[in-house]
């Protein structure tokens, strides 16, 4: 009886490992390592993967299998597993059958009798190899990414895109505009001092949130010292593995301005180029009319009667007056160096000049009921040109009447002492505003007002006054304030 019951049990041990067999050789790759952690078995999987016989991974053979670098630390954490009797996982690299290393990891389970003594491990080992070279691909590409990210000569922010939380920033802008890193990260980009301008920044985060795309050509950001900066700023959505984020691409413009800038500059003065030409050929082209006009109204001054003489006069005043424009322009219009050797330097009392020029003036002044007190001037002599320097003061004190105001008044006041020669000549008039301050002595600048107020202006007045003041080696200013009268000062070396 118990002899029939021994066969039956003997039987039915042996059906249970045929099937632990075909178990094993239906699992992926599998082996079973004895108490003392030599390979007793390997099944059909692991002799494919490797491409090995089951008996040549039996013992210790496999480890030699094992990439070098991997040697050491897999056969140490198998050993402490043991000792521990605890699972072990290793991650190594295993040479297969064309003797390439592939990745593999591997994890170990003990099997302990009922008597809980350990009678070896069930271990399985898994082919890993593609996705730690997808993750070394991976983590290569945000190296690359980091290192365009940190060395970048433009200005990156990343965004949260539900919140605006600012997640990164890179180098180049904490640079730019003085903030520390701790002032932008975690913060919202509403919250950092550079996009102060709140309803401004939550509308451009709310674009990109619902269009996935902003862009603004010049926006101004003010550094941490007030400083403003003019940026470009392109900001878009992109997802980044499950979450979506933003990123902000700031670009210092401020270069590119100031090129524009002085391209815009170098465009103004070809263009006041042109207009000199343009000038200098118009005035050779009215010389000779003028000059025969001239001759003629000589000419019929001598033979007319008293009737149409005092006509024949106002007409050749006017002509005189045509010519000394034209001169004017030529001088204008002409290399400095050749303008030099037409000045005539004789000794001249500026007073006298003054009176004489406020004398002509009358005309106009009395028009507006100006007033102009020049009469306590005193004796001022200088070593120059009486015409250049009577147009010098004719332009000033013209300009003075044309822009001043009704009833208003001019005062020249004068003194010298022993080196200059030094005038002053204020009006209560119209005013130069700041930003026409700089330009008036520029050639043909008007301002606004101006073209206004007097129609017949050419803009050349305080270039040609100016032009006369630097070649009898004086200087020249001006003060203003709008709507309460400009002063200019006039100095030159005085004759002793
Ligand atoms: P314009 O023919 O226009 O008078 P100017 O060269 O004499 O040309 O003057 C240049 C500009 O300077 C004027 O257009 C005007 O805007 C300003 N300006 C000159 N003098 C005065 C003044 N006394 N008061 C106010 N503005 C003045």
């Given at each position: 009886m118990f002899e029939e019951f021994l066969k039956k049990t003997q039987k039915l041990l042996v059906e249970d490992i045929r099937n632990f067999k075909a178990t094993m050789d239906a699992s992926p790759e599998m082996m079973c390592l004895s108490e003392?952690?030599?390979?007793i078995y390997v099944n059909t999987s692991w002799a494919l993967f490797t491409g090995r016989l089951v008996e040549e991974e039996l013992g210790d053979r496999r480890f030699t299998s094992v990439h070098p670098s991997e040697q050491l630390t897999t056969t140490e954490t198998i050993h402490t597993a043991f000792k521990k009797q605890i699972p072990y996982r290793i991650k190594y690299r295993l040479k297969n059958k064309s003797n390439e290393y592939g990745w593999v990891v591997e994890d170990g389970i003990p099997i302990f009798s009922s008597t809980k003594a350990l009678l070896g491990y069930v271990s399985k080992c898994v082919n890993i190899d593609i996705q730690v070279k997808l993750e070394e691909q991976l983590s290569s590409t945000e190296i690359k990414y980091r290192r365009l990210f940190e060395a970048a000569h433009d200005g990156i922010l990343i965004l949260?895109?539900?919140?605006?939380?600012?997640t990164d920033v890179n180098p180049y802008l904490i640079e730019l505009l003085g903030y520390s890193q701790e002032e932008f990260?975690?913060?919202?980009?509403?919250?950092?001092g550079a996009f102060k301008n709140i309803e401004a920044s939550k509308n451009t985060f709310k674009t990109v949130q619902e269009n996935g795309y902003v862009r603004y050509d010049n926006l101004p950001l003010e550094t941490i010292d007030g400083k403003l900066i003019p940026v470009e700023f392109v900001s878009n959505s992109y997802k980044a593995g499950d979450i979506i984020v933003i990123q902000c691409n700031i670009r210092n413009i401020s270069e590119r301005k100031k090129l524009e800038e002085i391209e815009k500059r170098i465009l103004n003065v070809e263009q006041e180029e042109k207009k000199i030409v343009f000038i200098s050929d118009v005035t050779h082209e009215l010389r000779t009319p003028l000059a025969i006009i001239k001759g003629n109204v000589e000419l019929a001054l001598k033979s007319t009667n008293d009737s149409t003489r005092e006509t024949f006069e106002i007409i050749n005043d006017e002509v005189n007056h045509l010519s000394k424009i034209l001169i004017d322009l030529v001088v204008l219009t002409t290399d400095n160096k050749i303008i030099h050797d037409t000045i005539i330097s004789t000794k001249v009392d500026l007073k006298k000049i003054i009176l004489d020029v406020v004398k002509r003036l009358k005309i106009i002044s009395t028009k507006k009921n100006i007033t102009i007190i020049?009469?306590?001037?005193?004796?001022m002599c200088i070593y120059g040109d009486s015409h250049y320097l009577e147009k010098l003061f004719f332009n000033i004190l013209s300009n003075a009447i044309y822009y001043g105001k009704y009833e208003g008044s001019i005062s020249v006041q004068g003194s010298v002492d022993t080196e200059q020669v030094l005038l002053r000549i204020k009006d209560n008039g119209i005013g130069i505003t700041r930003e026409d301050l700089p330009n008036?002595?520029?050639?043909f600048y008007r301002s606004e007002q101006a073209r206004e107020i007097n129609?017949?202006?050419?803009?050349?007045g305080l270039a040609i006054s100016k032009w006369i003041v630097e070649a009898h080696h004086g200087e020249i200013s001006v003060d203003s304030a709008l709507n309460k009268g400009t002063t200019f000062r006039i100095s030159f070396p005085v004759l002793i």
């Open positions: 003392g952690g030599q390979t949260d895109s539900t919140t605006g939380e600012i990260l975690g913060k919202k980009l509403w919250e950092v020049a009469e306590d001037l005193p004796t008036i002595f520029g050639r129609k017949e202006g050419t803009g050349l």
